[in-house]
Every structure is written in structure tokens, then in C-alpha cells.
């Protein structure tokens, strides 16, 4: 395993749309574990898209305290309801806002195994759901905050 750098904001990659993967095979498995091991060694991070480190793949690992995920192709299928939470982002350093997000999602995906998940979250885990989801398509959290914080 290794560690990557995480690009932080202003870097054109955040913005771009990151590609399907089209087949699980140990060099994605390499990346997905790569891309834990970076969010581990930044303490506060809980999720960790592909791009964040420079790689436009759809790929993305959170870890909200319930143990590692590691997605391939993640998308929601399902929302409901909507609330407002607090969001920070490793590539947006001491920066955090009041974001509006789903309070319930469901996503698909594939696992590092290459087979498909459905998951269904709501509260924090499924606002990490759709943060790391929006980095797939470019999408940064600073686009729909509505209100900055110092925190
Ligand atoms: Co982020």
C-alpha cells in the first residue's frame, strides 16, 4: 500500500467527471487500498473519492466509524427526505458548511470483489454517500453549501 497526495481545491481534477470502471481487478482492489490508507492518515477523513488523489475512476472508500468500505461505480438509486448537515472535505482544508442533503439514501455499487451491493443509509453515512458520490461527477461540497462555518 501507499500513500497518495490528496489535491486540494483550485486543482482543475476536482472538477472533471471521473470514468466507470469496467472491471474489479487487483490494480483497482491496489488504488481502493491506496485510497484507505490516505484517508486513514488524515485522521478526520471519512470518505475519500478516486479523484482526490488523481485518479478520475469512479471508486470511493468511507469509513463513518461502522469499518472500510470500498466502492466501485457508486450511485444512488433512492433518496428521501432532506435535511441540513455539516460537511468538510479533505481537499478543502479548515473549510466547513451547512450543506442540504438527503436524509436517507440508497445506493448501488460494485464491491472490490467485483460484485454488486445495495446499501441503504441515513444521518451521517448517507450524507458521505452522496459528498463522495458528487466527486465522481466534479461536484465539490463548497457548490451547494448554503452557509460557511467557522469551525
Ligand atoms: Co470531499
Known sequence: MALRTIIVNGDPILRKK???VDQVDDRIRAILNDMAETMY???NGAGLAACQVGIL????VIDMGDGLLKLVNPKVVETSGSHEVI???LSFPNVWGIVVR???VTIEA?????EKITLSAEGDLAKCFCHEIDHLDGIV???KVIKYLDL
Open 110 to 114: 460494485l464491491n472490490e470483489n467485483g
Open 41 to 43: 492518515h488524515h485522521g
Open 87 to 89: 460537511e468538510g472535505c
Open 57 to 60: 475512476k469512479r471508486l470511493v
Open 102 to 104: 438527503p436524509e436517507k
Open 18 to 20: 471521473s470514468r466507470q
Open 141 to 143: 461540497f463548497t457548490d
